[in-house]
Protein backbone atom coordinates (compact mmCIF):
# COMPACT_ATOMS: atom_id res chain seq x y z
CA UNK A 1 0.00 0.00 0.00
CA UNK A 2 2.83 2.44 0.94
CA UNK A 3 4.30 1.98 -2.81
CA UNK A 4 0.86 2.14 -4.44
CA UNK A 5 -0.21 5.63 -2.50
CA UNK A 6 3.07 7.31 -1.28
CA UNK A 7 4.73 6.15 -4.96
CA UNK A 8 1.87 7.69 -6.91
CA UNK A 9 1.90 10.73 -4.97
CA UNK A 10 5.44 10.86 -6.01
CA UNK A 11 5.12 10.68 -9.11
CA UNK A 12 1.98 12.79 -9.65
CA UNK A 13 3.71 15.71 -7.16
CA UNK A 14 7.32 15.26 -9.63
CA UNK A 15 5.67 15.45 -12.90
CA UNK A 16 3.42 18.11 -12.30
CA UNK A 17 6.41 20.14 -10.33
CA UNK A 18 8.49 19.85 -13.48
CA UNK A 19 5.72 20.61 -15.70
CA UNK A 20 5.27 23.57 -13.25
CA UNK A 21 8.99 24.25 -13.54
CA UNK A 22 8.96 24.08 -17.14
CA UNK A 23 5.98 26.44 -17.76
CA UNK A 24 7.90 29.29 -15.56
CA UNK A 25 11.18 28.90 -17.35
CA UNK A 26 9.49 29.29 -20.54
CA UNK A 27 8.42 33.11 -19.87
CA UNK A 28 10.17 35.79 -21.47
CA UNK A 29 11.71 37.26 -18.06
CA UNK A 30 13.21 33.93 -17.84
CA UNK A 31 14.80 33.08 -20.61
CA UNK A 32 17.44 35.51 -20.42
CA UNK A 33 19.70 33.44 -18.26
CA UNK A 34 21.64 30.48 -19.07
CA UNK A 35 20.84 29.00 -15.89
CA UNK A 36 17.23 28.79 -17.21
CA UNK A 37 18.09 26.77 -19.47
CA UNK A 38 19.76 24.55 -17.87
CA UNK A 39 16.73 24.26 -15.02
CA UNK A 40 14.20 24.46 -17.89
CA UNK A 41 16.43 21.06 -19.37
CA UNK A 42 16.64 19.65 -15.87
CA UNK A 43 13.05 19.92 -15.74
CA UNK A 44 11.96 18.00 -18.56
CA UNK A 45 14.79 15.38 -17.71
CA UNK A 46 13.63 14.56 -14.47
CA UNK A 47 9.87 14.52 -15.30
CA UNK A 48 11.11 12.34 -17.98
CA UNK A 49 12.71 10.32 -15.74
CA UNK A 50 9.97 10.11 -13.28
CA UNK A 51 7.52 8.84 -15.70
CA UNK A 52 10.13 6.46 -16.92
CA UNK A 53 11.32 4.60 -13.75
CA UNK A 54 8.04 4.67 -11.87
CA UNK A 55 5.33 4.59 -14.13
CA UNK A 56 6.32 0.44 -14.38
CA UNK A 57 6.41 0.04 -10.88
CA UNK A 58 2.80 0.86 -10.45
CA UNK A 59 1.78 -1.34 -13.61
CA UNK A 60 2.92 -4.14 -11.96
CA UNK A 61 1.14 -3.71 -8.46
CA UNK A 62 -2.38 -4.98 -10.45
CA UNK A 63 0.17 -6.72 -13.64
CA UNK A 64 2.79 -9.11 -14.14
CA UNK A 65 6.69 -7.62 -14.44
CA UNK A 66 6.92 -7.73 -18.26
CA UNK A 67 10.70 -6.62 -17.42
CA UNK A 68 10.77 -10.65 -15.66
CA UNK A 69 9.10 -12.29 -19.18
CA UNK A 70 11.06 -9.96 -22.16
CA UNK A 71 14.70 -9.28 -22.92
CA UNK A 72 14.12 -6.45 -24.51
CA UNK A 73 11.72 -4.84 -21.87
CA UNK A 74 14.19 -5.58 -19.32
CA UNK A 75 17.25 -4.25 -21.45
CA UNK A 76 15.14 -0.84 -22.80
CA UNK A 77 14.15 -0.32 -19.04
CA UNK A 78 17.26 -0.88 -17.45
CA UNK A 79 19.47 1.21 -20.22
CA UNK A 80 16.62 4.39 -19.88
CA UNK A 81 16.60 4.40 -16.71
CA UNK A 82 20.44 4.75 -16.29
CA UNK A 83 21.16 7.33 -18.76
CA UNK A 84 18.34 9.60 -17.71
CA UNK A 85 19.95 9.55 -14.50
CA UNK A 86 22.99 10.37 -15.78
CA UNK A 87 21.03 13.31 -17.91
CA UNK A 88 19.85 14.40 -14.32
CA UNK A 89 23.26 14.63 -12.36
CA UNK A 90 25.10 16.49 -15.04
CA UNK A 91 23.12 19.22 -16.61
CA UNK A 92 23.09 20.05 -12.31
CA UNK A 93 27.08 19.66 -12.95
CA UNK A 94 26.77 22.14 -16.08
CA UNK A 95 24.44 24.56 -14.26
CA UNK A 96 26.88 24.68 -11.50
CA UNK A 97 30.01 24.91 -13.70
CA UNK A 98 27.82 27.89 -15.33
CA UNK A 99 27.06 29.74 -12.69
CA UNK A 100 30.84 30.10 -11.41
CA UNK A 101 32.30 30.74 -14.82
CA UNK A 102 29.62 33.58 -14.48
CA UNK A 103 31.55 35.07 -11.52
CA UNK A 104 35.33 35.11 -13.02
CA UNK A 105 36.89 37.91 -13.58
CA UNK A 106 38.04 37.14 -16.62
CA UNK A 107 36.36 38.62 -19.67
CA UNK A 108 37.16 35.34 -21.43
CA UNK A 109 35.58 32.50 -19.10
CA UNK A 110 32.77 34.75 -18.47
CA UNK A 111 32.06 34.70 -22.11
CA UNK A 112 31.79 30.83 -22.12
CA UNK A 113 28.50 31.41 -19.83
CA UNK A 114 25.76 32.05 -22.53
CA UNK A 115 22.79 30.89 -23.22
CA UNK A 116 24.23 29.32 -26.50
CA UNK A 117 27.18 27.08 -24.91
CA UNK A 118 23.95 26.19 -22.35
CA UNK A 119 22.09 25.45 -25.69
CA UNK A 120 25.18 23.47 -27.13
CA UNK A 121 25.21 21.51 -23.90
CA UNK A 122 21.71 20.81 -23.14
CA UNK A 123 21.44 19.05 -26.61
CA UNK A 124 24.89 17.17 -26.32
CA UNK A 125 24.10 15.73 -23.12
CA UNK A 126 21.50 13.10 -24.04
CA UNK A 127 23.28 11.93 -26.39
CA UNK A 128 26.68 11.52 -24.12
CA UNK A 129 24.89 9.97 -21.41
CA UNK A 130 23.36 7.49 -24.11
CA UNK A 131 26.23 6.62 -25.61
CA UNK A 132 27.86 6.04 -22.53
CA UNK A 133 25.04 3.70 -21.13
CA UNK A 134 25.94 1.69 -24.61
CA UNK A 135 27.01 -1.17 -22.97
CA UNK A 136 23.45 -1.77 -20.33
CA UNK A 137 21.67 -3.24 -23.20
CA UNK A 138 24.41 -5.47 -24.25
CA UNK A 139 25.37 -7.09 -20.98
CA UNK A 140 21.80 -6.59 -19.28
CA UNK A 141 20.16 -10.24 -19.31
CA UNK A 142 16.77 -11.86 -18.39
CA UNK A 143 17.81 -15.13 -15.79
CA UNK A 144 15.23 -17.30 -14.20
CA UNK A 145 12.85 -14.59 -14.26
CA UNK A 146 15.23 -11.94 -13.00
CA UNK A 147 16.41 -9.20 -14.69
CA UNK A 148 19.85 -7.62 -13.87
CA UNK A 149 23.74 -8.05 -14.43
CA UNK A 150 25.43 -11.19 -13.96
CA UNK A 151 28.70 -12.55 -13.16
CA UNK A 152 32.12 -9.80 -13.38
CA UNK A 153 29.72 -7.12 -15.23
CA UNK A 154 28.27 -7.11 -12.07
CA UNK A 155 31.05 -5.70 -10.06
CA UNK A 156 32.35 -3.62 -13.06
CA UNK A 157 29.12 -2.06 -13.11
CA UNK A 158 29.28 -1.07 -9.51
CA UNK A 159 32.28 0.27 -10.08
CA UNK A 160 31.18 2.02 -13.10
CA UNK A 161 28.11 3.47 -11.40
CA UNK A 162 29.91 4.58 -7.89
CA UNK A 163 32.59 6.55 -10.11
CA UNK A 164 30.15 8.26 -12.91
CA UNK A 165 27.13 8.79 -11.01
CA UNK A 166 28.43 9.07 -7.32
CA UNK A 167 31.73 10.67 -7.16
CA UNK A 168 32.03 12.57 -10.55
CA UNK A 169 29.01 14.74 -10.27
CA UNK A 170 29.76 15.87 -6.30
CA UNK A 171 33.73 16.37 -7.29
CA UNK A 172 33.03 18.27 -9.98
CA UNK A 173 30.43 20.72 -8.22
CA UNK A 174 32.81 21.03 -5.70
CA UNK A 175 36.08 22.05 -7.95
Not at 36 to 60: E, R
Not at 163 to 173: A, E, H, R, Y
Request: glycine share 4%; hydrophobic share 45%.
Amino acid sequence: EMIRYGVSALLAFGVVGNVLCCLMFTRNSYRRTSSSVYLLSLSIFSAVFLIWTIAPVLYTLNYPDPQTSSVLYCKVRQYGSHAFSFQNRYVVVFATIDRYLLTRTSVRLRSLSSIKTARVLVCLTPIVCFAMAAHMPILTELRNGACGMYGAYRFIYAIYQNVTLGLTPPILMTI
